[in-house]
């Protein structure tokens, strides 16, 4: 599309499930607001469209691990998120969230439109159900052995530890994640979105029409997945978290999370043109838009052809003009996992490193995994910010208000010699503005730097502060060195919006229209009055960058725990410490509560060598049935102490678990009251 009327830009949606990481902001949020800043400057008209996913597996997961509601859950991380990327300066023109009722009205319209105009086909199949649950079990609630690897804790759609892709029925010994049990099969009727018959579209459409201009992994991903032969995908779940799926006979279901949360992308945008007096058709149903899709790599098949079979099915709507999707970026040579705590939190470095955003926004940019999985390493963002926003960039700058004050109280003095650096500029500019056009935001900053480093040289083999004898020379050079500074702050806006406008204020200039920084021969006039000069970046310490490497050896050395739940290890006695306890064997004959004190039983327990009385704190755990006739392990030889009155003789050995409630330890098979433990 040559020259679109407008542009809609969205940017994939974060699972509200945990907070985001360096690798989210690299593969999606940077380059995105990059991209839309850019189109505002261009003064296009841009509606950046973002919002939350808060639908899906992984949230109702993270909420029965914590004991609390799905929406507990979302609501406190959408905030988390949506905070984290105003203040790393993205900026959306709306970041709203799934489960609004404007996203559910539009996502429960956009399935009806489809199912009213027969486009889903309908199947009964069996999938796994637990039990005792009552539950059918999504791929993500089953686990099992990976056939590939072994690994005896694999998802139902992914083993972790090999990466392969799974179907539940693949898993050796399946067992459900809710109860542990091991699921039956149990027939249940879905709706299909059939792919399958949308294959010549999806051909003519992205294999004919973008094989060159669309990413080569982009383009390679659709095309094999194309070759494959595409199937049937059921678009709606048995869930009990979700939108409703608005047709009869689907009571108890609810929509694919790929279903709705794309359709966000929709309803979000009806949202923000409600609020803002805009015709939201204008930006999804108008030839003359232009529709980018910024996404990571996992996110690929949904955006290049799921989601548009479901807008083609509609017949509304138009399809995207580009989806750039990145690769992953790793960090300090390793695969960021949540799971793991391997990451580097977004919200966290901005409590590590305050006022400090431009810095994670440059490295990333510089680092941005555009074709090729990339990597991240706490060494190399200190140099970045050292070497090249301290050293060159900033130190330009500084130069230039320096020296602009001393020689002419900061007064932008004449052209007086003519410099072929100023006619440079200019050129600077376009090949920034066709970088990012093309989605190549690595070479676009690089070209930003080059432009401080011409400055730089330029300052550096001139030296104005030696030709004291020549005034008009030294006004010229100054000129030229101004125009390059005053350009720096226009052109960094898209990567370092706060540095760019600490930068224009400390000139005194208004931001500048791209178009025009593109065409002018000056970006500062003879005789404008510079404001005073201060501090764009900081230099970052040795001590700040091993506070961060420490960090992630201490997330090391938890992953290398079997249990990283453990509580450390108390300090070590002596074997003739440990040979001092008489651990038994012994069965609970007889129990009773402890008056007057909630958390106390007064036990009767055969030790193989007595029946004595216990007093255990334990009656927030177990009931009396519970644990009338059950064998523990009994220290046998503790000192006798009072309690509550009671004499108390021993003491009940349990094992704390990650909910905070006590289990017994206790032998596989019945053993004698009075054998000895060690």
Same mark, same amino acid.
């Given at each position: ?189 879905? #709706? ?5 018959? !949308?294959? *010549? =579209?999806?051909? @003519? /459409?992205?294999?004919?029409?973008? +094989? $060159? ?44 999370? #790929? ?5 966000? !992308?929709? *309803? =979000?945008?009806? @949202? /923000?043109?409600?609020?803002?007096? +805009? $015709? ?399």
């Amino acid at each position: 599309m040559c020259q679109p009327k407008r542009y809609t830009v969205t940017a994939a949606l974060p699972y509200a499930n945990g907070p985001i990481h360096i690798g989210h902001m690299a593969g999606v949020y940077v380059p995105s607001d990059i991209y839309a800043r850019f189109l505002r400057r261009k003064g296009k008209d841009v509606a950046f469209i973002g919002g939350s996913d808060e639908h899906g597996i992984p949230i109702t997961i993270r909420a029965k691990n914590e004991g609390v509601t799905p929406q507990d859950i979302v609501d406190r991380y959408h905030e988390n998120i949506k905070t984290t990327l105003e203040n790393f300066g993205v900026t959306f023109d709306i970041y709203s969230r799934t489960t609004s009722t404007k996203h559910k009205e539009v996502s429960q319209d956009f399935f009806k439109t489809l199912y009213d105009n027969g486009k889903f086909t309908e199947d009964v199949t069996e999938q796994y159900y637990d039990e005792e649950a009552h539950e059918f079990l999504a791929d993500r609630y089953i686990r099992g052995e990976c056939p590939k690897c072994g690994n005896p804790d694999a998802y139902g759609d992914q083993c972790e530890k090999c990466g392969t892709t799974l179907s539940p029925e693949e898993l050796i010994n399946p067992r459900s994640a809710l109860s542990g049990n091991t699921p039956i099969r149990k027939e249940t009727k879905n #709706w299909y979105l059939p792919l399958d018959q !949308y294959d *010549s =579209f999806l051909k @003519e /459409w992205i294999l004919d029409g973008h +094989k $060159n201009d669309w990413k080569s992994s982009v383009y390679g991903q659709v095309k094999s997945w194309l070759d494959d032969g595409l199937k049937p995908r059921a678009m709606t779940r048995d869930l009990n978290w979700g939108i409703p799926v608005p047709v009869e006979g689907a009571e108890g279901k609810v929509m694919y999370v #790929w279903f709705d949360a794309p359709i966000g !992308y929709i *309803s =979000f945008t009806q @949202e /923000w043109a409600e609020q803002n007096g +805009k $015709n939201w058709k204008d930006y999804w149903q108008n030839e003359e838009t232009k529709l980018v899709h910024f996404i990571g790599k996992d996110n690929i098949v949904f955006h290049c052809i799921i989601f548009p079979v479901m807008m083609k099915a509609h017949g509304d709507y138009i399809m995207p003009d580009n989806v750039p999707a990145n690769e992953f970026l790793n960090l300090e040579d390793d695969k960021i996992s949540t799971s793991r705590n391997w990451a580097v939190w977004a919200h966290e470095y901005l409590v590590d490193f305050p006022n400090q955003q431009d810095t994670l926004r440059y490295v990333l940019t510089a680092n941005m995994p555009e074709n090729k999985d990339n990597n991240f390493t706490w060494k190399d963002f200190q140099t970045k910010n050292n070497s090249e926003l301290v050293g060159i960039l900033g130190n330009f700058i500084n130069r230039v208000m320096v020296l602009s004050h001393k020689y002419y109280e900061g007064i932008v003095p004449e052209k007086t010699v003519e410099f072929e650096e100023v006619t440079l500029i200019k050129y600077f500019g376009q090949r920034i503005a066709a970088h990012i056009e093309k989605y190549e935001f690595r070479a676009a900053l690089t070209e930003y730097m080059n432009l401080a480093r011409l400055g730089n040289q330029f300052l550096q083999a001139q030296e104005p502060w030696k030709k004291g004898d020549d005034p008009e020379v030294v006004k010229g050079i100054m000129y030229t060195a101004t125009q390059i500074a005053a350009a720096l702050a226009q052109f960094g806006e898209p990567f370092i919006p706060f540095s760019s406008a600490k930068m224009l204020k400390m000139m005194n200039l208004e931001q500048l229209n791209w178009d025009e920084l593109e065409s002018t021969d000056e970006y500062i006039a003879t005789g404008h009055q510079l404001g005073e000069s201060e501090l764009i970046f900081a230099k970052i310490e040795d001590e700040a960058i091993e506070a961060q490497i420490n960090k992630l050896q201490e997330s090391k050395v938890k992953n290398n725990m079997t249990n990283p739940n453990a509580e450390p290890q108390k300090e070590l006695i002596s074997f003739d410490d440990f040979q001092k306890m008489d651990i038994r064997i012994g069965t609970i004959l007889e129990a009773k509560k402890v008056e007057k004190a909630d958390k106390l039983f007064e036990l009767k327990v055969d030790t193989g060598m007595d029946v004595r009385t216990i007093v255990s704190g334990i009656a927030e755990h177990f009931t009396l049935e519970e644990i009338v006739g059950k064998q523990a392990m009994v220290l046998a030889n503790l000192a006798p102490r009072k309690i509550r009155g009671i004499e108390s003789n021993g003491m009940l050995l349990f094992a704390d678990k990650a909910d905070g409630k006590l289990t017994f330890v206790n032998p596989e098979d019945e053993t004698p009251n009075g054998v000895q433990v060690g």
